[in-house]
């Protein structure tokens, strides 16, 4: 088994999530050009409900797993090991089938009555195997994470990546013909074949597992089949994994709801504020399709500090090892402001030739121009969140998350209803609900750590972006190149070098980060 310490770890995941964004864009480029913002909005409408269905199945089982793992590991437990994660894929896959055969039943009602669009009703049938592939990937992501192995993970998601987007165009195309609901449905039959790819790349680990533990060739379910029993006196393992999942379920069944609602609500207050149907799911599909996922591009780093974070974490806490979790939390908040903070700037600046040009819909810009400033809540949000699940505080979260939840639909019914704001007022809702539950998670993990965030750090950053701003604007003003994304390129990889030398300069990083980076870091030894 191969073990990497925090931030190796989190850059494996960081080296694999931005091959993701990259790879990612290719069908966030070329899906609306195939099937249009209307047939997004369908593919797109299917998603809140997966999510609600997909937090009930796995929630917060995998990182339950991951901290569980962890500890056990710290200690040297080798049975509860095995006994945590053979209990939570038996409980995975219950849920999984159960939570399907709902799905599958009741899919003629959820798409009239519940969601807005009745087109999407092919689309939703296709993606119901995603249940039971993701849920038993997670539970294998969960049990590698805990042994602090990356790799795992960062390789299955590349292989889901490549062949989703492969699929996704591919059937999208072929099945246009026969009306853009099927389209639709192409584009997630494309989805359900990357899951399959990403769960072989786990059934395939797990078997090189169970060889390095036991020198023979076992079947992949066979991974974590305990040997030995639990010394006497241990509460039993399926409630310990409840006690330890279901706050941290809870926390992203809030999340997963806001999500669905906000899809429901939201087409619900464009059309009492005159927008038609195809217009409302077309704008929706333009927000959630287009907009959020350029916004999320740099959380392919949070989304790595925070998977890294809760084994290292959970361990320094079991050890009581106070300067450690500083330690974990300094790096992590560093890492993602300022990996985040040159995309608000280049998202906020230059909104309109991005969408121009990655979409062909520049009418578009203003919602990337009104969301970018709250980018670095969320970049700041994912390693919060990590920080309150692995010092035992999900309930804390799960309060946060409700919060922001309660405001954020509050504000769309109020806002998006009205003719003069409409989908404008949806992203202002949202806006508000990202920055609200930051600032209390914050808020929290000082409270609950001791930890305090440096001030300078942000100080040096903000400095850095007005700075970077200033050139990025003024590159694109006097640039002599003809062609608008040779001159967008420029303002970018420019403004983005500028950027680091003042991060350099001003000590934010140094050459003792640059040398953990794989592959890379050797260069500045």
Excluded at 127 to 143: H, N
Excluded at 464 to 480: D, E, F, T
Aim: charged share 10%; net charge positive.
């Amino acid at each position: 088994m191969t073990k990497q310490t925090f931030i190796k770890g989190a850059m494996i995941l960081l080296a694999a999530g931005v091959v993701n964004r990259i790879l990612g864009f290719v069908p966030r480029i070329a899906l609306p050009r195939v099937i249009g913002a209307e047939g997004v909005g369908l593919y797109q409408l299917c998603y809140p409900f997966l999510g609600v269905l997909l937090t009930l199945i796995t929630g917060g089982i995998p990182v339950a797993v991951a901290k569980w793992v962890a500890e056990a590991e710290s200690q040297g437990s080798g049975a509860r090991v095995r006994q945590i994660f053979r209990a939570a894929m038996g409980l995975t896959v219950a849920l999984a089938l159960l939570m399907t055969s709902v799905m599958l039943l009741s899919a003629k009602w959820i798409t009239t009555q519940v969601l807005t669009d009745p087109r999407v009703y092919e689309a939703f049938l296709v993606m119901a195997p995603m249940l039971l592939l993701i849920g038993v990937s997670s539970v294998y992501r969960g049990y590698f994470q805990g042994k602090q192995n990356m790799i795992p993970t960062a390789q299955s998601q590349v292989v889901e990546t490549v062949l989703r987007i492969a699929a996704q165009l591919t059937l999208a195309a072929l099945l246009l013909p026969m009306g853009l609901q099927w389209a639709a449905a192409g584009a997630m039959m494309g989805t359900v074949i990357g899951e399959v790819a990403a769960l072989l790349v786990m059934l395939h680990h797990a078997r090189k597992d169970a060889r390095d533990r036991t020198g023979l060739k076992a079947p992949a379910a066979e991974v974590a089949v305990p040997l030995e029993p639990l010394p006497p006196g241990r509460a039993p393992v399926l409630r310990r994994l409840l006690r330890l999942s279901v706050p941290i379920t809870g926390s992203r069944l809030v999340g997963s709801l806001s999500y669905l609602l906000e899809s429901i609500l939201t087409a619900r207050s464009l059309a009492a504020a005159g927008i038609a149907t195809g217009a409302a799911t077309a704008q929706y599909g333009a927000l959630q399709g287009m907009i959020i996922p350029l916004l999320l591009l740099p959380t392919a780093l949070t989304y790595s500090l925070s998977v890294s974070l809760v084994p290292s974490l959970s361990a320094a806490a079991a050890r009581g090892d106070r300067a450690a979790i500083h330690l974990r939390l300094h790096q992590s908040l560093r890492l993602a402001l300022v990996s985040g903070a040159p995309f608000v700037v280049i998202m906020g600046l230059l909104a309109e030739p991005l969408c121009r040009i990655l979409y062909d819909h520049a009418e578009i810009a203003p919602l990337l121009a009104l969301l970018a400033p709250v980018g670095i809540f969320i970049y700041l949000q994912g390693p919060l969140q990590a920080a309150l699940q692995a010092l035992d505080k999900p309930g804390t979260a799960l309060l946060n998350t409700s919060i922001g939840a309660a405001v954020k639909l509050y504000l769309i019914v109020e806002l998006a209803s009205r003719p003069e704001l409409g989908i404008y007022g949806a992203v202002i809702a949202i806006s508000v609900n990202i920055a609200l539950v930051t600032l209390l998670h914050g808020i929290s993990v000082l409270r609950i750590s001791g930890f305090r965030m440096q001030l300078p750090d942000f100080i040096k950053v903000g400095a850095a972006m007005v700075i970077m701003g200033a050139a990025c604007r003024w590159i694109m003003s006097h640039h002599p190149l003809t062609l608008e994304w040779l001159g967008l390129a420029l303002a970018c990889a420019v403004s983005a070098l500028l950027y680091l030398a003042l991060m350099a300069v001003m000590g934010i990083i140094n050459r003792h980060d640059l040398r953990r980076i794989p592959g890379i870091g050797r260069w500045f030894g």
